[in-house]
C-alpha cells in the first residue's frame, strides 16, 4: 500500500509540485486547498484526493481529517505549506493584517499538527514545514510574515524534541523565492498575497526546482532543507555576520518598489 501525504496549500505552485514528486516515487497524495479551479482540476490526478479546506477552520479541518482517515490506511507525511504574505511598511498595516497572517501561517500550521500529530506517531511519519528565509532572517516590508515564520519555525523545532522518542521526524524547509502564484491567483484586495506573488520576487526560483530540492532533502531526513541560492547565502551570512545580512537585505529590498499583490492564500 503506497504511503500517504498531506499537503496544506496543496493547489499552490510548489504543492502542486512537491505533490507530482511524491507521486512519482509511490506516494499517495493529499492536496488541501481552499476551493477553486486549480483545486478541481486535481481531482482529475491519479493517486491524489483533492479536499476543500481552510485550515483556521477547526471544523473543516477535523472533517478533512477523519476523511483521509476513512480512505486511507495511514497518514505517512504531513506538508505544512499554506501560507500568505502582506507586504508594506509596518506602520501602514492594521493589526487585523498581522492577526490574519499568522492564522494562516502559525496557528494553521499548529491546527494541523494538532489534528494529525497522532496518525504521525502510529506511521512514525515526519512533519514538514515549509518556512522561509524570513524564518531565520529578518526581511524588511514583510514583518507580520517573518514573525509568523520565525514562530513555526521555532513551534516544530520544539515539537522535534517531544516527537523525537515517539519517532516521528520534523523538519523544516526555507524556500527563498519561488516564482508562482501570480495572475491566477488573484483574489479581492485584502492586502495578504501568497508568498512568491509577482512583488515578492527576489532571484525566483521554479517550483519545480523548489520541489525537487524539497524532496532531497526529505528523502535524506534533513532536519534543515535551504531552497534556493538566496536561502544558502542567507543562512551562511546572517550566521557569520548579521550587521553585513542586514545591510544586504536592506539594499534588496528598501531599494525595490514594494506594493502588496492580492493572492489567495495557498
Known amino acids: 500500500m503506497k ?3 498531506v499537503i496544506s496549500g496543496g ?3 510548489l504543492g502542486q509540485a512537491f505533490g507530482a514528486i511524491l507521486r512519482e516515487h509511490g ?3 493529499v492536496m488541501l486547498n481552499l476551493p477553486g479551479p486549480d483545486l478541481d482540476a486535481l481531482s482529475f490526478v491519479p493517486d491524489t484526493l483533492a479536499l476543500s479546506c481552510d485550515i483556521t477552520d477547526t471544523g473543516q479541518l477535523t472533517e478533512a481529517a477523519w476523511q483521509i482517515r476513512a480512505e486511507r490506511p495511514s497518514i505517512d507525511l ?3 505549506n499554506a501560507g500568505v504574505t502582506h507586504i508594506g511598511p509596518f506602520t501602514t498595516q492594521a493589526l487585523e493584517d498581522h492577526r490574519k497572517v499568522f492564522e494562516v501561517n502559525y496557528f494553521g500550521a499548529v491546527a494541523m499538527a494538532k489534528a494529525f500529530g497522532p496518525d504521525l506517531r502510529r506511521s512514525k511519519g515526519t512533519h514538514l514545514a515549509i518556512s522561509s528565509v524570513a524564518g531565520f532572517c529578518p526581511l524588511a516590508l514583510r514583518t507580520a510574515y517573518a514573525g509568523s515564520k520565525h514562530a513555526l519555525e521555532g513551534f516544530f523545532k520544539s515539537l522535534r524534541s517531544e516527537e523525537a522518542a515517539h519517532g516521528v521526524a520534523c523538519l523544516i524547509a526555507a524556500p527563498s523565492f519561488i516564482a508562482t502564484n501570480t495572475g491566477a491567483h488573484s483574489a479581492p484586495g485584502d492586502g495578504l498575497a501568497r508568498p512568491g506573488s509577482a512583488s515578492d520576487q527576489v532571484d525566483a526560483l521554479a517550483p519545480e526546482d523548489a ?3 524539497l524532496y532531497r532533502g526529505f528523502a535524506r531526513r534533513k532536519t534543515f532543507i535551504p531552497i534556493g541560492r ?3 547565502l542567507s543562512h551562511l551570512i546572517n ?3 548579521p550587521r553585513l545580512y542586514r545591510h544586504l537585505m536592506e539594499r534588496t529590498i528598501l531599494q525595490r518598489p514594494a506594493k502588496a ?5 495557498h
Not at 499583490?261 to 492564500?265: I, K, V
Open 3 to 5: 504511503p500517504t501525504a
Open 11 to 13: 493547489a499552490g505552485g
Open 27 to 29: 506516494w499517495f497524495t
Open 78 to 80: 504531513v506538508v505544512y
Open 211 to 213: 520541489a525537487r530540492i
Open 230 to 232: 538566496v536561502a544558502h
Open 239 to 241: 550566521r557569520l555576520s
Open 261 to 265: 499583490e492580492g493572492g489567495a492564500p
